[in-house]
């Protein structure tokens, strides 16, 4: 294994080769040293780099939340110098859905309406649904408080009884109630959007909500409909989460109104839409790989100038 790789990505999912092939395609062309571990050989690599003297320029992290053991690794590789995307710490607090409702509400982020319940709150569940019946509406939705996907959330709640059954059907410890929102019809599309945050540049797709298939925003659609405002949202949204590269769901709601629907999705399905018909479009992956490999080579030449500038110095020590 190399003892220096200007951009390392560690990955677990099948799918996801097909865009590591991207970044090691983009990393060649600028010339960049490129390591790519999965599965198994991410633990290959946590051995090799705790027994050798190893660095990194960029860490694209798609495993730490299914190989948790990585995680100490990673953070002494930071300390180091590296660049992680994302910094495992800041994914683990913002894939809790509860706690990122309450940050974005509290920063003037417009959420649906929601309730955040325990398995501790059993008691006080019928009393707390007819408090805030008209609010949450009916049906509402559960989500699990962390979880990302799609995985677990139930749609069409309608009472304490589905409560109870979600509880007992998942093993959840905490849950999330919220507001169901209907999109408006914008043209002929739904108004539900997933937006790319990479490296502070903001990439929006409509994304329907029920079919989930992605098509590119245009520009003359966000003048049409009022969409600018998506930029400064999921500006907002990254300030908050300290997140480099995540997505977002924002809907327009029937009163006009945008909407951050899904908060922080902190490992983006990164699938071709050519191979899979709910998948990325190719343009926003080429977007998304250009960014992580110039963010690469950035780091490239600012470890070359130290290195030169070490070099100068040393020479000109008496």
Partial sequence: ???????VVLWDWKHDAEFALKLQSCCAARNLSFASFRGQRVKDFIAFAESEPFSAGLIFDRVSDVQPGIVYLLLRLKRAGAH???DPEMMAWCRDKATMHLELLSSGVRVPYGLILSTADHAKRLDLLELCKERLGSPFV????????GDGVELNALGSNDIADY???TGEGKIMLQRKILPRILGRRR?????FWVLGAVVPCWWDDLTHVYDPLEPEDEASFGLKP???????IARISKMDLFTTEIAVDEDGQLVAVDFVNEMPDLRFQGQHPDGV???VLDRIAAALSERSAALARARADAGEAGSQKGASAP
């Fill in 84 to 86: 992680l995307v994302n």
């Fill in 167 to 169: 509880f007992r059907r």
């Fill in 191 to 195: 108004g539900w959007f997933r937006v």
């Fill in 281 to 283: 479009p190719g343009a």
């Fill in 142 to 149: 559960i989500k699990p408080a962390e979880g990302g996907g």
């Fill in 230 to 236: 998506l930029y400064a949202i999921v500006g907002l």
């Fill in 1 to 7: 294994m190399p003892r220096h790789a200007d951009m």
